[in-house]
């Protein structure tokens, strides 16, 4: 018999979509009108999501982590209730906002009865995370679930390959972890821009960004539609979700989660690894998870994860600390991009915020990162991206504008050279040195007789972004070329009326004045603008504690002074 003739992917989509949506249950469908209106609508984030649930559900979703992991102990909540309210706000918030690339609830409610059970009989619960939904970002595998990571081609197959046997059955250790934590996996968020869901908006402007490469789940979280979520990050792609939907994430220096059987392009790309990062609402929530996922020991598993556990020594107590006060190096702009006024307000809040509160603030002038910028591309993309190029090829899908400079003309790009790669991770090392010696040398300074504790600066020059104007990565790429950890903590929101660039702004460079030209006031009204703690190497344990120091300073300023300077 004669072959068929392959499907146009546009079919494939639409059976994907149509099988997807069967899965949202007939009472959790939104109707046309509601649809039509939030896509008229500049914000769907708080109110009008909201408005759209049951008193139950909104009770349940409004929760922060450690607060329904309380009330499951006490017997005042169930798991069922719990992943019920986030399954049906995760329904709405993909209708409102195509965000479920994987949709499983109906398996994520057979494990919470699970869980319910083991309450009833042994009157603990399960682990540290127990009954939490979580959502992921579309490279983690789990079982019942397919993962496309956006790429047609990949659609009912194992990272693009048929007939493996892996197909829905393979899961990636975290995933694993998770499960065995007591977390509860109920679906799969997209990549910013793919050809199955299409263009994912930011939820607090639909004129805007929702950031890359995690914007997806990025989106879910703005939403609230699970009670925390994992992403992927090698270049900002966790962090920068979390500034343009204002949250709280957790980049960790690589090796700390386990990476292992995580779907990824440039799999082959360890010298500067992709790392999983968390986001969530709350420093409490991560916290939380990335000290549950080293409770299970995810070295013994995964020979590339250290055999590092949560260290409580290494957390800032200032009681076991009596009469230290960390202190903090401020970099307001690198000396290449000045960030938007909203920023630029953001950073000046958590300045004043941290000397309210006694805490002494340096100027933070490292390496530049223009160093780290003729570091990071060649290193991420030195290999000329032949697999993202393959998994397109395989369903004949256009290559979204995302990432089509990678591919000039739409072809493939000659890899770099070895000899030339092996230098520029000559230079990543000594640049890794040299701002290491900086930072130790900030000792000098601070008068504690230590270095800073961690350092303020922007995530990006932006909240949010249009677009196509995304055009300074800097900020946090630089700190995957460093292999520093990170955590990304919102601040405040454009406000048109304020976030004026002065009349007093000089360009520090071409490259300043040309992303200054993007500004735009009304455009970026409403916008989260967050800022970034970054801090030494596989410090982890220290850095939250030092974000959660200024995320209780931000507070305690803000409800002083307010929000505008």
């Known amino acids: 018999m004669p072959a068929h003739p392959p499907r146009h992917w546009k079919e494939v989509v639409a059976d994907k979509l149509s099988a997807d949506n069967a899965k949202i249950p007939e009472q959790w469908r939104l109707s046309a009108d509601v649809i039509a209106a939030a896509k008229n609508r500049r914000q769907i984030a708080g109110d009008f999501i909201e408005d759209l649930l049951d008193s139950e559900t909104l009770h349940i979703t409004s929760a922060d982590g450690p607060d329904l992991l309380a009330a499951m102990a006490n017997g005042s909540l169930t798991a069922v209730q719990v992943v019920t309210a986030y399954s049906k706000r995760a329904a709405y918030a993909h209708q409102l906002s195509n965000l479920l690339l994987e949709i499983g609830f109906d398996n994520a409610l057979v494990r919470a009865k699970e869980l319910d059970d083991y309450f009833k009989t042994n009157n603990k619960l399960i682990g540290p995370l127990h009954g939490l939904p979580v959502t992921l970002k579309d490279q983690f595998h789990i079982k019942g679930l397919g993962t496309s990571m956006g790429f047609v081609g990949w659609i009912d197959t194992f990272e693009g390959k048929k007939g493996t046997g892996n197909e829905k059955i393979f899961e990636s250790q975290v995933v694993q972890e998770l ?20 263009y994912t908006w930011n939820p607090y402007n639909q004129r805007l960004s929702s950031g890359g490469s995690s914007g997806g789940e990025g989106v879910m979280q703005a939403l609230r539609g699970s009670a925390f979520g994992l992403g992927t990050d090698v270049g900002g792609s966790v962090s920068m979700p979390a500034s343009f939907q204002g949250l709280f994430s957790l980049k960790p220096s690589s090796g700390r989660i386990s990476f292992r059987g995580v779907a990824n ?28 996922l080293l409770s299970t020991e995810p070295w013994l598993r995964d020979p590339n994860t250290l055999p590092t556990p949560w260290r409580m020594e290494k957390e800032y107590d200032a009681e076991r600390e009596p009469g230290y006060k960390p202190a903090f190096g401020f970099m307001p702009h690198d000396g290449v991009v000045t960030p938007h006024p909203p920023i630029s307000r953001a950073l000046g809040i958590v300045k004043k915020a941290l000397e309210n509160s006694g805490y002494q603030l340096f100027d933070w002038v490292p390496p530049s990162n223009n160093e780290s910028a003729e570091i990071h591309g060649p290193i991420a993309r030195g290999d000329g991206c032949p697999d993202a190029y393959e998994a397109i090829q395989l369903s004949g899908e256009p290559i979204v504008p995302e990432i089509a400079n990678m591919f000039p003309g739409g072809k493939l790009r000659q890899p770099m050279p070895l000899p030339e790669y092996e230098q520029v991770v000559v230079h990543m090392h000594d640049y890794r040195n040299r701002y290491n010696d900086y930072w130790m040398a900030s000792a000098q300074r601070t008068g504690t007789g230590r270095p800073v504790e961690a350092v303020i600066s922007p995530v990006t020059p932006y909240a949010a972004i249009l677009p196509g104007k995304f055009k300074y990565s800097q900020y946090t790429s630089s700190l995957n070329v460093l292999d520093l950890p990170s955590v990304v903590i919102p601040v405040t929101f454009a406000n048109k009326a304020v976030d004026k660039v002065g009349p007093d702004y000089t360009p520090l460079t071409e490259k300043d004045r040309l992303n200054m030209d993007l500004y735009d006031a009304e455009a ?10 970054f801090g030494r190497r596989w410090e982890e344990e220290r850095l939250l504690s030092m974000a959660q120091l200024i995320a209780e300073a931000v507070e305690r300023y803000t409800r002083t002074y307010g929000e505008e300077l």
Do not use: C, Y
Not at 528 to 533: E, H, I, N, R, T
């Open 265 to 292: 392009t440039g799999p082959g790309q360890q010298v500067m690894p992709t790392t999983v990062g968390i986001m969530g609402r709350s420093v409490a929530v991560l916290k939380l998870v990335f000290k549950s």
């Open 524 to 533: 970026h009204d409403g916008a989260p603008a967050a800022v970034q703690l």
């Open 179 to 198: 499960w065995s934590l007591g977390a509860i996996p109920i679906g799969k968020a997209p990549e910013t821009n793919n050809n199955i869901l299409g």
